[in-house]
């Protein structure tokens, strides 16, 4: 298949005549690099999976038919992982721990339960005259949602993600779609789901790609009561132009991002703007009888609370990492252990509000897609505590002090804790990247933003 060629993300190499007082040798000017990405190193864009978000708003028949399809997909999400659950408990059981390779293969081949095992139990249990309601829907999202939790043991035994939970009737459901299932019209813009006989109404907030065409469908309702479809297609996501420009970045709570350059962007604390709010809405909640109406107003009213604040957050994010990504040419961010830090004792609340994990997603996979370099650095880096002039590091540095002064007598220079972060973080990642080598022994290391990245 015939593809286009773009310029691939710069390859920041060493140079001799570039380096620091703190003793880190990296590419001081852009346009070395920007001559190096331009010189050789492209690559062919491929189409890539793109998934495009838009809500609808149903009919009362759809909505009906989309109810009774979430909870076959449910149940058979939650059947099948029950089954599942007996299965590796009773493998893990009889497993010795000094056994043959025969015994070992004998006993994975009858206690584990893969995809084809449950797809064909699936057959037998809708055969059962008290499952016959899971014949009013789709088939399709159904083997689905086997598919899916055939994905979430994988990510399990590769210990990428924690055991498989059931799902809840109250929370997010979904609907997945195989291209056998629904029916796109690209010149009038409309899709049909499987037993839905009317096309939905939905909001088209921005177009599909020229000649785009959805590979799956998941429709979706989130707590709140909205309904959205997501349509995956393969698309060819053109590289932005490239650029001299490198940026260092420090994550913080009082300021989100800090710059190197000395720009800070603020923290909304979206959350606790509503804390109030929301904070009110539970209490008349706790007080509502349970399986009452009232009770279920409620809860929407706090499903659409936690709405606002999740999605006001992510379009803050979104664009920012989207601003960031379209001016810069290479990125070097601090790689942080959110989950680790969301346990402290008292800052929990306000790490969970700022949303770092998210951000360093968005950069990572928009970094792929538009041809930038990404490079996260040691999380046990002394960027605050390392002078970013001299290369001094002090011995500690509360969290309090937000200014210092280097104690270096030869150097004497007033530092911002985060902004002289942000510049030590911009060091190091060139110097990563430039060196090919470890900065610390054991510790930082390049990671490309996607496999195809030059080394």
């Not at 500690?396 to 210092?404: F, G, I, K, N």
């Amino acid at each position: 298949m015939p593809s286009s060629v773009t310029p691939s993300r710069a390859v920041i190499r060493a140079h001799p005549r570039s380096s620091t007082p703190s003793g880190f040798t990296y590419l001081g000017s852009g346009e070395r690099a920007l001559a190096d990405a331009l010189s050789g190193c492209y690559h062919a864009a491929m189409k890539q999976p793109r998934a495009y978000r838009y809500r609808f708003y149903p009919t009362p028949a759809q909505a009906a038919t989309l109810a009774r399809t979430f909870g076959c997909a449910r149940y058979v999400y939650n059947w099948a992982l029950h089954l599942r659950t007996e299965a590796y408990h009773a493998a893990r059981a009889t497993q010795e721990r000094w056994e043959s390779q025969e015994r070992r293969e004998r006993r994975e081949r009858l206690g584990y339960l893969g995809y084809q095992e449950t797809s064909a139990a699936l057959t037998v249990l809708k055969q059962q005259p008290e499952m016959t309601w899971l014949g009013e829907v789709s088939s399709v999202p159904l083997q689905q949602a086997l598919r899916h939790l055939d994905s979430a043991f994988r990510h399990f035994f590769a210990q990428h993600a924690r055991y498989p939970r059931f799902k809840k009737k109250r929370g997010r459901q979904t609907a997945t779609y195989a291209s056998s299932a629904f029916r796109y019209d690209a010149a009038t813009r409309t899709l049909t789901l499987a037993k839905i006989e009317e096309p939905l109404a939905i909001r088209w907030s921005r177009p599909l790609p020229d000649g785009a065409m959805p590979t799956t469908v998941t429709v979706s309702r989130d707590p709140a009561g909205r309904y959205f479809v997501s349509m995956l297609v393969d698309e060819e996501i053109a590289s932005l132009p490239a650029t001299t420009e490198q940026v260092g970045i420090d994550l913080g709570l009082h300021d989100m991002v800090v710059l190197h350059t000395g720009e800070k962007v603020g923290n909304p604390h979206f959350f606790q703007q509503d804390e109030a709010k929301l904070a009110q809405a539970q209490r008349r909640l706790s007080k509502k009888q349970r399986g009452s109406r009232n009770r279920e107003k409620a809860r929407r009213t706090v499903a659409r609370i936690h709405a606002r604040i999740a999605d006001r957050r992510t379009d803050f994010l979104h664009k920012l990492s989207t601003r960031i990504i379209r001016e810069n040419q290479t990125i070097c961010i601090e790689s942080l252990a959110v989950k680790a830090m969301a346990k402290h004792p008292t800052l929990a609340k306000a790490i969970h509000d700022v949303g770092w994990g998210e951000f360093i997603r968005q950069l990572t996979y928009k970094a792929a897609w538009y041809g930038r370099t990404l490079i996260p650095i040691d999380r046990w880096e002394p960027s605050s505590k390392r002078c970013s002039a001299c290369g001094q590091v002090l011995a500690s540095l509360p969290l309090d002090v937000r200014v210092w002064t280097c104690p270096n007598p030869t150097c004497g220079i007033s530092h911002d804790r985060d902004i002289n972060a942000a510049k030590n973080i911009l060091a190091v990642g060139l110097t990563v990247a430039a060196c090919g080598e470890l900065v610390r022994p054991g510790r930082a290391s390049v990671r490309p933003a996607h496999p195809g990245a030059a080394q």
